[in-house]
């Protein structure tokens, strides 16, 4: 009777041990916190990405700016907001948070879906849809980037350096330029620098002079935090010219070599970026 009564409990305990464990088993796989350790992201990845969030808000903005004036661009803007965002990049936020990843691929196609429907979208719709494209960007930007990277100095000064490439980017598209007609708009420029260039794509002019205020605002926050006062100011006072640049439709190689000779040097040296810079 003793020993059957013993091995009784014995086998209770077992069942109880193998629930436990089952439950603890279901809760680390089906927790999504646990994602944030299937990849560690290097400084340089998440200032990519950082520079890619603020691309997206960027042009979410536009869209919502350009509404009440010219829908046709506000439409362009709205298409841009998924432009960056690959396959790739939507798997790393699923990794750390699918329900956010989900929820951030459905709030652009929302906001893009808005413009093609047979009647222009309302104001106070698109001002909604905005506005959850920002609330699911702030998710994502909890999610995905970790704490101490998204407080890391060097990662938000490679994050400028992104977005300043950006900016030339979409000046680029603005103005026609061309990588394969570089030279000969350099030797058709050389003695017009001061003129004003044509327009060719507005959206992507606007893109430009929005990310080229926006570069100013995130660089107040590492300004103090250069490795060198030389270093700092060479940034502020070449990142004040690109938007000043842009604003007077200067040549596109004069911006180029305004930031190789200037804003990409400074970054390099007050913030050890480690770059590859452009030699002559």
Known sequence: MGAWLYNKMSMRKLIITFLILSIVSSVAISNPLNRAFAHTFSGDESATFLALLEMIKTEAHLAQQNLGTNVTLAHEHAEATTEHLDANQTKEISERNTRVSNELNDSLTALKNAFNSTSPPTASDIKDKVSNVDATLGEVLSVRIDKNQLNNVTVKASTINDLVGETLEHYGEAVGHEDTNKSSESNSTTNASSSAVKIVNEAAYQTAQA???????????????????????NVQSG???LKSDIDKKVPFDSLDKLID????????????????????
């Open 211 to 233: 990310l080229s205020s926006r570069v100013i605002e995130l660089y107040k926050d590492v300004n103090s935090k250069a490795l060198n006062s030389t270093a700092a100011e």
């Open 239 to 241: 990142l004040e010219m």
């Open 261 to 280: 000779s200037t804003i990409s040097p400074a970054l390099n040296s007050g913030y050890d970026l480690k770059l590859k810079l452009e030699e002559g």
